[in-house]
């Protein structure tokens, strides 16, 4: 018996570029770059160069049995293509992974599920599709119920479920399948908080059963809570691996590109965001200086520059504010306001950039992350960065400088406070 | 609890060694044994899900047929005229209809069968080969209930059935692997070729004509009969009205043409699937 769960050594998954855009072949186009072959082939030398990107390469690390190790990465970073490596959906181009155990994924929740079908039935057949036997099922099927809190809908179509309900019984079944290996991914994004909580909760509960998880989330305070090692996916590569603490911590800072500015390269843009085209996040001091580190006791500018590609009616670029724990402090987009909502219903193509002032003596001090989105209202999104930019507050002058404790909460307001002698 | 540490034992076994796949590779049916049970559920459920929501429900499984002996009865015989070896039509028609309605519906079925299970082929590792398998065993229940139909016209007309009813599941197996074997090639080319989409009616309309549905076997000039046999589906309607009806028995050598055939078919596309199984979660 090997001591490791998981090892992964040098793996690597490749993706032709235009797979993604081309979603398929056709015939046609098969037969056309069958006459066209010769040609290219004279014009491209033998080496036939075609467009290639790595989603994953050289990627080696392993898990002991038993152990919780969370994994962090920008989009893109190759997460989810490891993800799907490592519960045999999709082969690596090189390298290998060797799995002990058997695999569930809290990724797959609902996978299989059939609107048509009741809730019971839904049970029998998704548990079957994450590898259950029918036994298993059986013996556990009071429990997933109960679990998932619907019993009075049990022989009701899922189609007539509520989000929540649907999600509820979904998770239920993915968390009675008792796998080796647990392999979490961002569902802790979906769901409610009463959801979220019972998610983490099964989660700490599989660790604790000595079950080996593999966590992968954008919710740091979550990772930070959850696992004792993390490691770092940049650009489809193991950047850095270290105690949990300190990784998130490494993510969280010297991850970011530029200080208190953040570029988005062509290709760090996913295709599906078109025609919105995020250029750059800033964050400005008073002075009009772009600045890693603000001052609380002044107020300051954050700004997007973006280009629309083609106007696009109903646009709102919005920002989110987060704490280094992840929790959200404060979300606003540029168009919140009657002025600028009712000026830019349509934005023409062109280049942009949205302003916004965060006033004075707002923040507490530490560290934040920016994010940033760009979406029409219950229309479309076109593109999102939760963990797009981190800045520094300094609070050199805030109120209640005079005594030197760390004062908990994410802002700290000037409030004015009346003092007054009653008695 | 003993139940618990068996399967806990079951799975410490595992172990899973995930690493590019090069050339032709195994079968892996070991892998499909082993996910047999949810071959069940997946058939379990095209079944349940397909007369969900219909008024007539199941009666569909013998409307379809029905109207479809009808008209062919009217074109063959009506119109065009030709032979039933002296057999009453309807009876005639419908026994053949039996093995072509399971074969059409697979073909269709299994075309469409990949990409309408896509989220399940994105999101979780299982034998691929169950999908296009498991739709074309759903096609069993249509066949178990239009097969009650056929007894009652048998009964009807007083039709005994011959001693050779036994070689029944031999045919419907010969039939059932027929269409595994293009449901293979097509689901998996599916998803590379959206083409096959349009493909699948002309080709299943086609086939009808080059199957012996609405017309007997005899109506092929002797001399082009052992090219006919090279559509495996002509053994297996030959069969089913000799093994039912009592009509001319199929010969030895059309019948070796439709089997070999139709293993031939079988086993390319088992292969062939697997082959592009690998790229199917990226492709589909």
Redesign the interface.
């Known amino acids: ?2 001591e490791y769960a998981i090892r992964v050594e040098n793996l690597g998954k490749r ?1 032709m570029i235009g ?1 993604q855009t081309e979603r ?5 186009d ?1 037969l056309t770059n069958l006459i066209r072959l010769p040609a290219e082939i004279l014009r491209q030398g033998m080496g036939g160069r075609k467009e290639e990107i790595w989603a994953l390469k050289d990627v080696s690390f392993e898990i002991k049995k038993g152990a919780v190790l969370g994994v962090v990465g920008r989009n893109g970073a190759g997460k989810s293509t490891l993800l ?19 695999v569930g ?1 809290l ?2 929740v609902g ?2 599920f ?1 609107p ?2 009741t809730g019971r ?1 839904n049970i ?2 998704n548990g ?4 259950m ?4 099922i059986e ?1 556990k099927y009071d429990e997933i119920v109960e679990f998932s809190g619907v019993e009075k809908f049990i022989d009701t ?1 899922v189609k007539r479920y509520s989000s929540g309900m649907y999600l509820r019984l979904a998770f239920a079944v993915a968390a009675h399948m008792e796998p ?1 290996i647990l392999v979490v991914d961002e569902v802790l994004a979906v769901g409610d908080a009463e959801f979220q909580r019972k998610c983490l909760g099964k989660m700490s509960d599989v660790a604790q059963e000595g079950r080996t998880v593999l966590f992968v989330s954008h919710n740091m305070s979550a990772i930070l809570r959850l696992t004792e090692e993390t490691i770092v996916l940049e650009k489809g590569r193991v950047a850095y691996r270290a105690p949990s603490a300190e990784a998130v911590d490494y993510y969280l800072t010297s991850g970011f590109a530029q200080s208190g500015e953040r570029y988005w390269l062509a290709d760090e843009v996913p295709a599906e965001a078109a025609p919105f085209r995020p250029l750059a996040l800033r964050v400005r001091n008073p002075q009009g200086t772009i600045a890693d580190t603000i001052r609380s006791i002044e107020p300051f500018m954050i700004e997007m520059e973006y280009q629309l590609d083609a106007p696009i009616t109903g646009l709102r670029v919005g920002l989110y504010m987060l704490s280094t724990h992840g929790d959200h402090i404060f979300s606003s987009f540029d168009t919140d306001n009657a002025d600028e909502f009712n000026q830019y219903v349509m934005r023409p193509a062109g280049r942009y950039v949205s302003r916004c002032s965060i006033p004075a003596d707002l923040l507490n001090d530490g560290r934040y992350i920016l994010g940033v989105n760009a979406s029409t209202f219950r229309v479309r999104r076109y593109f999102q960065d939760e963990y797009a930019l981190s800045f520094t507050v300094d609070s050199t002058g805030a109120p209640g400088m005079q005594w030197a404790e760390p004062r908990p909460g994410p802002i700290r307001p000037r409030l004015s406070w009346d003092i007054k002698e009653i008695g | 609890m003993t ?1 618990t540490s068996a ?1 806990k034992q079951e ?2 076994e ?8 090069k050339g032709w590779i195994a079968l892996n049916l070991k892998d499909l044994w082993l ?1 047999r ?2 071959i ?3 058939t ?2 095209d079944v ?2 397909r007369y ?2 219909t008024v007539l429900g199941a009666a569909w499984a013998i409307i379809q047929p029905v109207i479809n002996m009808l008209v062919l009865s009217f074109i063959f015989g009506n119109l065009g005229r030709l032979s039933t070896e002296g057999f009453p039509r309807p009876i005639f028609t419908f026994a053949a209809l039996l093995p072509w309605g399971l074969f059409s519906k697979a073909l269709s079925d299994t075309g469409r069968s990949m990409l309408s ?1 896509r ?8 034998p691929r080969m169950i999908i296009p398998l498991s739709s074309i065993l759903g096609g069993l229940v249509d066949f178990s209930i239009q097969f009650l139909v056929l007894i009652g016209m048998m009964v009807y007309y007083k039709f005994m059935p011959t001693s050779a009813v036994w070689t029944l599941p031999l045919f419907l197996l010969l039939a059932l692997a027929t269409a595994l074997g293009v449901g293979l090639w097509l689901s998996a080319l599916n ?5 096959i989409n349009y493909i699948l009616p002309f080709l299943t309309q086609f086939w009808l004509l080059l199957t012996p549905v609405g017309y007997s076997v005899s109506e092929i000039s002797p001399q082009w009969q052992v090219v006919y046999a090279l559509n495996p589906m002509v053994g297996v309607v030959q069969g089913f009205r000799w093994a039912l009806l009592g009509t001319a028995a199929p010969s030895w050598i059309s019948l070796g043409i439709s089997v070999v055939i139709s293993l031939g078919l079988l086993v390319s596309g088992m292969y062939y699937f697997r082959r592009m199984e ?2 199917f ?3 589909v």
């Not at chain 1, 398929?24 to 046609?28: A, E, Q, S, V, W």
């Not at chain 2, 595992?14 to 796949?21: E, F, I």
């Not at chain 2, 998803?191 to 083409?195: K, N, S, T, W």
Request: no cysteine.
């Open positions: 018996m090997s993706y797979a398929y072949k056709t015939l046609r098969s799907k490596i490592l519960s045999r959906v999709t082969e690596p181009t090189e390298g290998f992974a060797e799995i002990h155990g058997r994924s990724l797959e996978t299989g059939h048509e079908l039935e029998a057949l079957a599709i994450l590898g036997k029918k036994r298993e013996r179509p080796e | 139940e399967t799975q410490v595992q172990v899973v060694l995930l690493k590019p796949s996910y049970e949810l069940y559920f997946l379990w459920r349940i899900v969900k929501q299970n989220n399940m082929i994105t999101k979780v590792y299982f998803v590379l070729y959206r083409d690998r790229t979660a990226d492709m």
